[in-house]
């Protein structure tokens, strides 16, 4: 059996109720640290073979476009403080996780605040990290290589980080969702599983 996982259900697009044969579903919630403990949990209690997160994220800037898919390839925890050199990050931290699941989209690096970046400035601070910004990658990322279970990312460009992302978000989201699976549909990765 594959996990299939969301923050919430709507991300899960059609899989939520339909998950393709060999693989179910769950949701994490929303945030790393949240994510981290509920995907914790689940791989005790499921032993998957593999993990796949579906999502939306924020694009930092014109690199990729709105609807674009994306395979994340590393999820970076980062900050604005880090990035203003307000804060840093004991030297031993982990901050950077590869995904370990090989997959049919394009790979990008996702970076992960604390936090969704409301600003145009902090977006492009934020760009010299990595295109896009995401909330749960990290724990998603963590959890799996604490336990050994290869795991990735598969998520859509749905809003530009930045002072009006929440109300493109709200429009966008669900589109998005359903673009993501089409495409993952379509390219035939369920079935190799």
Known sequence: MRLLLSAFAPELG???????A?????????????????????????SPEAVLFLGTCGRYDARLGLFEELWASQAIATSLEELRG?????????VRWDATLKGPLPSQGVAVPPAITRTLEGAALLASVAPVEHLEL?????????????????????NDVGPE??????????EGSRRLV???????FFAGA
């Open 22 to 46: 060999g693989w179910e579903t769950a949701t994490v919630g929303v945030g790393a640290v949240t994510a981290a403990a509920v995907t914790a949990r689940l791989l005790a209690a499921r």
């Open 138 to 158: 990290t724990g998603i990322f963590a959890a799996c290589h604490a336990a050994g279970v290869p795991c990735a990312g598969a998520l859509v460009v749905v």
């Open 14 to 20: 059609s899989l939520a109720g339909d998950p393709p």
């Open 165 to 174: 992302a929440q109300a493109q978000w709200t429009a966008n989201h669900a």
């Open 86 to 94: 307000g804060a840093y990050r004991p030297g031993i931290e982990r």
């Open 182 to 188: 089409d495409r993952l549909r379509a390219s035939g």
